[in-house]
C-alpha cells in the first residue's frame, strides 16, 4: 500500500514535525523528503533531506524527479502545518486511478487565527495560465506523468517558476483534476483581504519573479500553438465621421459619494479637440441622478438612464459607445475615480495616434477614499512590452488603468455584459489583433473603499470572478490556436 512518496517543505523540526507525522501515520507513504535550504542541517525521523534553494525552482523540480520512485509523488507547498482529513490520500488516489489524470487537487479548510474556514478551489481549464492559480497546497501527482513533464524542464533555468512550469508541461499532456471535496485543513498564514492581494504581481519586488512566469508562460504558448508573434493590423484613424474626439464614458450606479468628484475631473480637462462626457446611469435610487442633473446646463454631458433592467457595467459601456454622439475614442473611468490632472485625455488621446494602436492603457495610483496615496502605490504594468504583452495578457490577472479604445474596432467587438473582468476580456480581444498602447505617467487615482467591487470579497465570489477570466482565457487562447493553424 505504500504507494506514495511525500516531498515537504522543511525550515526545523517544530515546523515540520506534525505535517510528518500526519503523513506517516496514513500507512500509504513510501518515503517523505524534506526540501530544506543548503543551510539546514535538522531533520526528521524516517525523512531523507534533499537541500534546494526554492521549493518553487527548477533545480527543486529535478530534485523530486530523481528521487521519486512511488507510484504516486505527493507535494506540499506550504510551510505551515498541514492536516489531512479522515482517508484524503485514498481518497485521491482513487479518484486519480479512475480519472486518469496526471495530477488531482482538492477543496480544503483554511484555518486563519485558529479560526476553521472553508476555502474551494475551482476547476482547472486550458486557459488557466494564471502563475497564482489556487491549487490548494497538496498536490498529488501520478509519478510517471510527473517525471515526463520534468525531462522537459531545463535544470537551473528558473528560480521562481520551476513548479509553475512543471504545471503547465503537465498540462499539455495530462488533465489535472479539481476534487470537489474537502480533504484537508491548511494553517493559512496570510491574512490580509482580498483586495490587498490582487496586486502582488505588479509588486516592483516580485519583478524578478515575474519574468521568470513570462518566459514560462511564453514557451507553453509557443508548445500549444498559442503564441503569437509582434505583427499587428495597423489603423488609420479615419473610420466614421464623428463630432468629437473623444468621449468620456461613466457607467454608474449608486455612487452619491463620488460621482461629483468623477464629473468634474473630466469637465475640467483642457484639449485641443471636442469632447464629452457620456454617463450610463443604470437606475440609481440614492440622489446619484439628481447629482448628475446638476450638471445638465453643460453640454458636453450626456445622461442616459437605460430603458433595460438587466445591464452590467460592460451593458452600460455598450450602451455609451453606440451612442450616436459618442467620440472617436471612447475612455473609461469608474464612478469612484478621477483622472489625476486635466491633461490626462489629452495624453490618452495623443498615444492612439503615436503608437499606432486600437486600445491604450495607462497608469493609476492607489489612494484612499481621499486620494492619499496608499499601499502599493503607483501601478504601472512595466511587465507589459510591445513585442510579447500580448501573450503575457493571458498569464497576468489584469491590465491596468484607466483603458480607452479606438470607438470603430470597440462597436465591432461589443464589451460582454458583465460587472467583473469585462475590460481584460476586451483587452485580450484587442490585442489579438492590434498593438495596445501604454502610457506608463500616472494619469489616474484609483480609490480604494468599503464599496469598491473587489475590496474584499468572499472566497466564493473571488472563485467565480477566477473561474470567468480562466474562462475568457481559454475562450481567447483557442481562438488564438485556430487562427494560428489557419496561417
Not at 522543511?10 to 524534506?34: C, D, M, P, R, S
Not at 484537508?184 to 521568470?212: A, H, L, M, W
Not at 460587472?419 to 505617467?441: H, K, M, P, T
Not at 480604494?448 to 475590496?455: I, Q
Amino acid at each position: 500500500m505504500n504507494k506514495i512518496n511525500c516531498f515537504v517543505p522543511f525550515a526545523g523540526a517544530a515546523q515540520a514535525e506534525k505535517t510528518v507525522k500526519g503523513l506517516q501515520e496514513t500507512g500509504l507513504v513510501n518515503n517523505i523528503y524534506l526540501l530544506a535550504m543548503p543551510d539546514v542541517t535538522e531533520n526528521l525521523p524516517g525523512c531523507s533531506t534533499l537541500h534546494t534553494q526554492s521549493i518553487q525552482s527548477s533545480d527543486a523540480i529535478w530534485e523530486i524527479a530523481g528521487h521519486t520512485d512511488a507510484e504516486y509523488t505527493l507535494i506540499y507547498t506550504k510551510y505551515t502545518t498541514l492536516e489531512l482529513g479522515l482517508f484524503a490520500l485514498e481518497r485521491m488516489i482513487h479518484i486519480a486511478e479512475d480519472s486518469g489524470a496526471g495530477m488531482v487537487y482538492a477543496d480544503r479548510y483554511q484555518v486563519k487565527e485558529g479560526k476553521q474556514t472553508n476555502a474551494p478551489v475551482i476547476d482547472y481549464q486550458f486557459g488557466s495560465l494564471r502563475d497564482d492559480f489556487d491549487f490548494g497546497s497538496v498536490l498529488l501527482f501520478r509519478t510517471d506523468a510527473f517525471k515526463e513533464a520534468a525531462a522537459r524542464i531545463k535544470k537551473g533555468q528558473y528560480k521562481f517558476a520551476g513548479l509553475y512550469d512543471l504545471r503547465l508541461k503537465l498540462s499539455q499532456k495530462e488533465s489535472l483534476i479539481h476534487i470537489n471535496e474537502y480533504l484537508y485543513s491548511e494553517i493559512e498564514d496570510d491574512t490580509r483581504k482580498s483586495g490587498e492581494k490582487i496586486f502582488d504581481y505588479v509588486d516592483p519586488r516580485n519583478r524578478d519573479r515575474q519574468i521568470e512566469m513570462e518566459q514560462a508562460c511564453t514557451e507553453h504558448l509557443k508548445e500549444i500553438g498559442g503564441y503569437l508573434a509582434p505583427e499587428f493590423k495597423q489603423i488609420e484613424f479615419s473610420t466614421g465621421n464623428f463630432e468629437y474626439e473623444a468621449s468620456v464614458i461613466i457607467p454608474v450606479r449608486n455612487r452619491i459619494r463620488t460621482i461629483r468628484d468623477a464629473i468634474n475631473s473630466v469637465l475640467k480637462q483642457k484639449t485641443d479637440f471636442k469632447f464629452n462626457l457620456i454617463i450610463i446611469d443604470n437606475h440609481s435610487t440614492d440622489g446619484t441622478s439628481e447629482a448628475i442633473d446638476e450638471y445638465k446646463s453643460d453640454e458636453r454631458l450626456i445622461h442616459i438612464i437605460p430603458e433595460r433592467n438587466d445591464l452590467g457595467i460592460g451593458g452600460c459601456w455598450n450602451m455609451g459607445v453606440h451612442h450616436p454622439k459618442c467620440g472617436k475614442f471612447a475612455v473609461q473611468l469608474d464612478s469612484d475615480d478621477v483622472y489625476k490632472d486635466e491633461n490626462t485625455l489629452t495624453t490618452i488621446v495623443r498615444a492612439f495616434y503615436e503608437q499606432n494602436c486600437a486600445m491604450v492603457v495607462g497608469t493609476y495610483m492607489m489612494t484612499d477614499f481621499n486620494m492619499n496615496m496608499i499601499a502599493p502605490g503607483i501601478i504601472d504594468h512595466k511587465e507589459w512590452t510591445p513585442e510579447n504583452g500580448r501573450n503575457n495578457a493571458l498569464r497576468i490577472n489584469g491590465l491596468g488603468a484607466p483603458r480607452a479604445f479606438y470607438t470603430p474596432v470597440l462597436r465591432e467587438v461589443k464589451v460582454p455584459n458583465t460587472s467583473y473582468g469585462e475590460d481584460y476580456a476586451l483587452g485580450l480581444n484587442f490585442s489579438r489583433q492590434y498593438q495596445i498602447g501604454r502610457v506608463y505617467d500616472v494619469v489616474y487615482l484609483c480609490r480604494r473603499w468599503d464599496d469598491n467591487s473587489d475590496a474584499s470579497l468572499d472566497i466564493v465570489k473571488m472563485n467565480g470572478h477566477n473561474l470567468y477570466k480562466d474562462r475568457i482565457r481559454t475562450w481567447e487562447l483557442q481562438a488564438r490556436v485556430a487562427m494560428n493553424k489557419k496561417k
